[in-house]
């Protein structure tokens, strides 16, 4: 398999993993009574769905803040 193929489907499977990886671990925070939550303006972040999706479009800005969050 050429490189080229190769690097990008390492990323994505980088991506995948921690965009699944987000999900579970906020379910189970929020399961547990103790969402992970960040808010900013009018910009309020506390469900497992919109964790994921949001570490899915832009993972290099909501992967980070989720890990402090």
Request: charged share 5%.
């Amino acid at each position: 398999m050429s490189p080229n193929l190769l690097v990008p489907l390492v990323l994505l499977g980088i991506l995948l993993v921690t965009v699944s990886w987000v999900y579970q671990d906020a379910a189970n925070h929020a399961a547990s009574g103790e969402p992970v939550v960040f808010w900013s303006g009018t910009l309020r972040l506390e469900t497992p769905s919109a964790w994921a999706a949001l570490c899915l479009v832009l993972w290099v800005f909501f992967f980070p803040l989720y890990l402090r969050a």
